[in-house]
Every structure is written in structure tokens, then in C-alpha cells.
């Protein structure tokens, strides 16, 4: 039912930072989860962060954590992944997506945005 589109993708060398936004087209649900995917090229969709809309919690993948910080901005209908000390194995594509479940498993998810892309250089 909500319509999720991302932006702030590009190219950066390693070790470079970008922001990722992702607004939604309504007010989410508090009880709503928020989450962040990837997929590389010739890779499976996998996952990146999450955070419950009401911003009680938080998660990421192992190889994201500590570089990587998930937000959102509610009054403005946007979650965000701050994107630190990019490696070159974190170019994707990258995708939000709004679930009901505390899930890092893309089935979980109803909502999915179109992608933006993120192109790390060594």
C-alpha cells in the first residue's frame, strides 16, 4: 500500500561516504519496520539494516555494522542509511522496504522501492 522511493545513490571512492534516503508516500505505521537491502550484480538481494518506525530498535547485517547507521525522520515520512567508510564489495543496488515483522528476511517485506544505485571504486 505505500509507495517507497530511494535516492542518494552514486559513485564514491572507498572510504567515501554517501546518504540513502527513502520517503515514503504515507505516514507508516509505529509499529511498522523499516528495512534496507542490497543486491550486486550477478548476487542475491540480501539484507542491510533495519528499524522499527517508532525508532525503539535497530539492526544490520554484520558486514555493515559500525559503518552503517539507519534513521528516520517521521514527521517527514523518510528513513535514511548514512553510509560510512565504503568498501568496494558495497556496491549494489539498494533497496528500502516497509514490513510488520522484526525480520531481516526480504519475505517478511511487502513494500519495496525501485533501487538506488551505489557504486563504491577502489
Known amino acids: 500500500q505505500v509507495q517507497l522511493v530511494e535516492s542518494g545513490g552514486g559513485s564514491v571512492q572507498a572510504g567515501g561516504s554517501l546518504r540513502l534516503s527513502c520517503a515514503a508516500s504515507s505516514r507508516p505505521f509505529s509499529s511498522t519496520v523499516m528495512g534496507w537491502f542490497r543486491q550486486a550484480p550477478g548476487k542475491e538481494r540480501e539484507f542491510v539494516a533495519l528499524?522499527?518506525?517508532?525508532?525503539?530498535?535497530?539492526l544490520y547485517a554484520d558486514s555493515v555494522k559500525g559503518r552503517f547507521i539507519i534513521s528516520n525522520d517521521n514527521p517527514k515520512n523518510t528513513m535514511y542509511l548514512q553510509m560510512n567508510n565504503l568498501k568496494v564489495e558495497d556496491t549494489a543496488v539498494y533497496y528500502c522496504a516497509r514490513g510488520i515483522r522484526y525480520s531481516s528476511a526480504q519475505s517478511d517485506y511487502d513494500d519495496w522501492g525501485q533501487g538506488t544505485r551505489v557504486t563504491v571504486a577502489s
Open positions: 528499524i522499527r518506525w517508532r525508532g525503539t530498535s535497530a
